[in-house]
């Protein structure tokens, strides 16, 4: 079947599982386990005879230990900029030594590492790509990773968590740093040690992990299907599941392997086995492929009876509940209507007696960009079930091009419409030499009062451009604000217009 068919199969939120391979094919700053090693090698020495010496005795039955070559390069670079306090390695050392005086003892080779892998630049070439994947996050309940690196958690804006956080966690809207983060180099597993102690007491993540592989169809990417830690993970699973139930059949189906092909564009998903050991085999699904759009979108139109924005914030709710943190009030009511704004409210029974609407028109207006961006159309569906009134701020168009079946888009861009000419109605353009709203700011001769006018003249007559006035908007700390809301509605107007619709002309 294709990957469209295999992800409408899906009846839970999928969870990824994130290689080393998904960080390569995104970011320009990146490496596989044996590059990094190799590279810091190299800058430590000049030279790669040392690590191919490293290599060469950790090299047994057929296979390199990189977690052999790390413990070996470690001690190496710890000792050498020990001898060598200042040169090419002085920043290390400088931190190195300020940690220390804090009684905070790091390992100089993983500062190296948290300084090598902590700035990235996303590749140009897969700009499109990356808009498709902020996308899927709307639909995904949580990220595995072995990776270190910060991509997908400022990509899906995903809580991090590391080491022990993992147990005490909310599952939906995290990404579980299984090998450590760059953030937390003291917990970055990369030698042998590391990895000794992470095996020890790995036991109770094992199990938390577990309830996401038995419960969630799991996406596997940046991997290939020699990867050791699929044979693993697989090999957890059917350890605490039997191979011959229907737990396990519902398990394997729902485990899909994204393995890189350099130019294919195949959608199709087969059946691949996967040897355990020399008496076990596991039958998974796996798409060999380039095309990691089809597979982005596929995952973005995905629609399950419950969004995984409304399980992550039920669980936000039910967590402080359970934390007894502040003044929490829990009600049990047939009156929905009897219940005051500020308590919380986690509503179970008919859909007769309860009404329930994830985002106020102020919430949609404040996520504005992370909605667009998302592209998520579903949430956008209960546009049809707010009113908006005529003298409401609410940015309409980019959200009918994303839910064109709304019912009321004519009138409430007409309410939009008619809002923007009101705010420049009897304003005279002024500060003609700003073009950027910094400019405006820092302009001494504009008083504060009149900033907001000031930029939105500027957006108005095509001075500061709709990039400028998107980045202030998306920092600007109030998005309550009228002058927010206002400036939102000029920007959406501004971006999203039919090319032959102009009020202001």
Do not use: W
């Given at each position: 079947m294709?990957?469209n068919?295999f992800?409408n199969?899906?009846?839970n939120?999928p969870?990824l599982?994130i290689?080393?391979?998904f960080?390569?094919r995104?970011?320009?700053?990146?490496?596989t386990w044996?590059?990094?090693?190799?590279?810091i090698a190299?800058e430590?020495?000049?030279n790669?005879?040392?690590?191919?010496?490293?290599?060469?005795h950790?090299?047994?039955?057929g296979e390199f230990?990189?977690?052999?070559?790390a413990?070996e390069?470690e001690?190496e670079?710890n000792?050498?900029l020990?001898?060598y306090?200042?040169g090419?390695?002085?920043?290390?050392?400088?931190?190195?030594?300020?940690?220390?005086?804090k009684?905070i003892?790091?390992?100089?080779?993983?500062?190296?590492?948290?300084?090598?892998?902590?700035?990235y630049r996303l590749?140009?070439?897969?700009y499109?790509e990356?808009?498709e994947?902020k996308k899927?996050?709307k639909?995904i309940?949580?990220?595995?990773t072995?990776n270190?690196d910060?991509?997908?958690?400022?990509?899906f804006k995903f809580?991090?968590?590391?080491g022990?956080?993992i147990?005490l966690?909310?599952?939906?809207?995290s990404?579980y740093k299984?090998?450590?983060?760059?953030?937390h180099?003291?917990?970055?597993i990369?030698?042998q040690?590391?990895?000794?102690?992470?095996?020890?007491?790995?036991?109770?993540?094992r199990a938390?992990?577990?309830?996401?592989f038995?419960?969630?169809p799991?996406?596997f990417?940046?991997?290939s299907?020699?990867?050791e830690?699929?044979?693993?993970i697989?090999?957890t699973?059917?350890t605490?599941v039997d191979?011959?139930t229907s737990e396990?059949?519902?398990?394997r189906?729902?485990f899909?392997?994204v393995?890189?092909?350099?130019?294919?564009?195949?959608?199709q998903v087969t059946?691949?086995?996967i040897?355990?050991n020399?008496s076990s085999?596991?039958?998974?699904?796996?798409i060999?492929?380039?095309?990691?759009?089809?597979i982005?979108k596929?995952?973005?139109?995905?629609i399950?009876?419950v969004?995984a924005?409304?399980?992550?914030?039920?669980?936000n709710?039910v967590k402080?509940i359970?934390?007894?943190?502040g003044s929490?009030?829990v009600s049990?009511?047939e009156?929905?209507?009897?219940?005051?704004?500020?308590?919380?409210v986690?509503?179970?029974?008919?859909l007769?007696s309860i009404?329930?609407?994830?985002?106020?028109s102020?919430?949609?207006m404040?996520n504005?960009?992370?909605?667009?961006e998302?592209?998520?159309?579903q949430?956008?569906e209960?546009i049809d079930k707010?009113?908006i009134q005529?003298?409401?701020?609410?940015?309409?168009?980019?959200?009918?091009?994303?839910?064109p079946?709304?019912?009321?888009i004519n009138?409430?861009?007409?309410?939009?419409?008619?809002?923007?000419?009101n705010?420049f109605k009897n304003?005279v353009?002024?500060?003609?030499?700003?073009?950027?709203?910094?400019?405006v700011f820092n302009d001494?001769?504009?008083p504060?009062s009149?900033k907001t006018?000031?930029?939105?003249l500027?957006?108005k007559n095509n001075?500061i451009?709709?990039?400028?006035?998107?980045?202030?908007?998306?920092?600007?700390?109030?998005k309550?604000?009228?002058?927010?809301r206002?400036?939102l509605?000029?920007y959406?107007y501004?971006?999203?217009?039919?090319?032959?619709?102009?009020?202001?002309?």
């Open positions: 294709n990957i068919e992800v199969n899906f009846s939120h969870v599982f290689g080393t391979g960080s390569l995104y970011l320009e700053d990146s490496y044996d590059g990094l090693l190799s590279f190299k430590l020495k000049g790669d005879e040392f690590y191919l010496d490293l290599k060469s950790n090299y047994h039955n230990d990189f977690s052999g070559i413990t390069l001690y670079f000792k050498d020990m001898k306090r200042d090419q390695f002085k920043k290390i050392n400088d931190e190195f030594y300020e940690n220390m005086k009684n003892n790091l390992s100089r080779f993983k500062i190296y590492i948290k300084q090598l892998l902590s700035s590749k140009d070439e897969k499109e990356i808009l994947l899927v996050r639909n309940g949580s990220v595995i072995t270190y910060t991509f997908i958690e400022r990509i809580d991090p968590l590391i022990n956080e147990l966690s909310n599952p939906y809207g990404v299984v090998h450590g983060c760059v953030n180099p003291e917990k970055i990369i030698t040690d590391d990895y000794k102690s992470f095996d020890e007491r790995y036991e109770l993540i938390q992990l577990l309830s996401l038995i419960h969630n799991i996406i990417l940046g991997y299907v020699s990867d830690n699929i044979k693993k697989l090999k699973i059917f605490y191979p011959n396990a059949e519902k398990i189906k729902n899909l392997l393995e890189y092909e350099k130019g294919s564009n195949n959608t059946d691949h086995d040897d355990l020399s085999t596991i039958r998974i699904n796996k060999k492929t380039d095309n990691f759009i089809e982005y596929s995952l973005a139109e995905l399950l009876p969004s924005m409304d399980i992550r914030k039920v669980q709710i402080e359970y934390s007894g943190e929490i009030e049990i009511t009156d929905m209507d009897s219940l005051k704004n500020r308590e919380k986690l509503a179970i029974g008919s007769k009404k329930y609407e994830f985002h106020t102020s919430e949609m404040e504005y960009f992370k909605i667009v998302e592209s998520n159309h949430l956008l209960l707010l009113k005529k003298n409401q701020y609410f940015p309409i168009y980019a959200f009918s091009q994303i839910q079946q709304l019912k009321d009138r409430l861009k007409d309410i939009q419409k008619n809002k923007l000419k705010i304003e353009d002024f500060g003609e030499q700003h073009e950027t709203i910094n400019e001494p001769s504009i504060q009149r006018i000031a930029i939105a500027g957006m001075r451009s709709n990039e400028d006035a998107k980045e202030y908007l998306i920092t600007l700390g109030n309550k604000s009228t002058d927010y206002k400036l509605c000029l959406d501004k971006k999203y217009k039919e090319p032959h619709e102009d009020i202001f002309n």
